[in-house]
């Protein structure tokens, strides 16, 4: 059986999360909703939590966001990074106003001055600090150095930021590479796995709109799961960010990483199905969405694989002519008419998902 052998890291902390060592990779997400706007931006932060999202970033992009922020963290359950861009100001004003953690861009944040004083303030009170480098606002001369907004261009970023806020005796500190491409995005991790402990916040920028976006980021993050790296992740999907927090949990569970509610498993249906098998798979995956029982739920549409899949299953049903069994940990509970299957299957899901969370 393979095994993922997780890179070796310091553990730091985003508020109460921890990030690195043995740790579970924290599942991160990102706010929409004008962050001025404190209401929807808190609302958004709930329905995030509650979808499993363990920390949330806000953009700050000016004084009232970062004055919202007060507001914010005060009634967000999870913690709250602040993302900065070209003004320092506003990371200090963040670290003011409750932000657990600071994004900062090595690329546009400015002087080292300017860099020492948001790690003064992080410092004062606790805050966890990524720096978060992007290939497409790399510092100028270091493009020109590489020829380009390389690999190693990146890498030599975060370095030259990592080692001198590490002058500054702040060790609180995550590191991120964003390319869009996936190869030079595993390239660069590669490259400052060797010369960093610091954990990895992952993630492919611009992944893209919902379906290529959680392609592009299973290939991407599977890869740098696989290889041991990354210590929290963010997927990238254009829109609502909820699905953005699922496609993260259904990367980390297709590896075995981590697992939180239900793993639907549904057969693609063919010229043998007699029952809406996709209908009824894609309904259980619309109830189940926000469970944390980590069950596995099969949806068979025939009898060919369909009793084998949903015996070794939590819960299974293999269909028939406008019928379907349903079976529980290995045994026939009933054979059910089609109409009767969602109401049987879903009370049987809801009864494990209680006693899961009685149990744990
Ligand atoms: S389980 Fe049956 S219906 Fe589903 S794809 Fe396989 S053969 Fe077809």
């Given at each position: 059986m393979l095994e993922i052998k997780r890179r070796k890291t310091s553990v730091v902390f985003v508020g109460k999360v921890p990030v690195g060592g043995?740790?579970?990779?924290a599942v991160q997400s990102m706010t929409n909703?004008?962050?001025?706007?404190a209401a929807a931006t808190l609302a958004q932060v709930k329905a995030l939590a509650a979808a499993g999202c363990e920390i949330v970033r806000v953009a700050v992009p000016d004084e009232a966001a970062a004055a919202a922020l007060a507001e914010i963290c005060a009634g967000s359950p999870v913690p709250i990074i602040a993302d900065i861009h070209f003004d320092h100001r506003l990371a200090i004003m963040a670290a003011e106003n409750g932000a657990a953690g600071l994004r900062i861009n090595p690329g546009n944040i400015g002087s080292r001055a300017k860099v020492r004083e948001v790690v003064a303030a992080a410092k004062d009170r606790g805050l966890c600090i990524r720096v978060g480098v992007n290939a497409g606002s790399l510092e100028k001369g270091l493009v020109e150095k590489f020829g380009g907004p390389t690999a190693g261009a990146m890498v030599e970023s975060a370095l030259g930021h990592i080692d001198f806020i590490r002058s500054l005796d702040f060790h609180n500190m995550k590191v991120s590479l964003k390319a869009s491409g996936v190869l030079k995005t595993i390239e660069a991790h590669r490259l400052l796995a060797q010369r960093t402990d610091l954990p990895f916040h992952v993630g492919l920028t611009?992944?893209?709109?919902?379906v290529t976006g959680a392609v592009k980021s299973a290939v991407g993050l599977g890869i740098l799961f696989f290889e041991g790296m990354g210590d929290t992740v963010r997927v990238s999907l254009s829109g609502d960010p909820i699905p953005e927090v699922r496609t993260a949990y259904t990367i980390l569970r297709a590896l075995g990483i981590r697992r939180r509610g239900p793993d639907i498993i549904a057969c693609p249906t063919c010229?043998?199905?007699?029952?809406d098998a996709a209908g009824l798979a894609l309904k259980v995956e619309e109830a189940v969405r926000?469970?944390?029982?980590p069950l596995t739920i099969a949806v068979m549409g025939c009898v060919v694989n369909g009793p084998g899949e949903a015996r070794e299953a939590d819960l299974g049903v293999a269909g028939g002519r406008g019928t379907g069994i349903l079976f529980k940990r290995g045994n026939v509970v009933a054979k059910f008419a089609e109409s009767e299957l969602y109401d049987r299957l879903m009370a049987e899901i809801e009864a494990l998902e209680r006693e899961y969370i009685r149990t744990s």
């Open positions: 043995e740790h579970p990779v909703t004008d962050t001025r706007d611009e992944a893209g709109t919902p010229g043998r199905t007699e029952m926000n469970m944390t029982a």
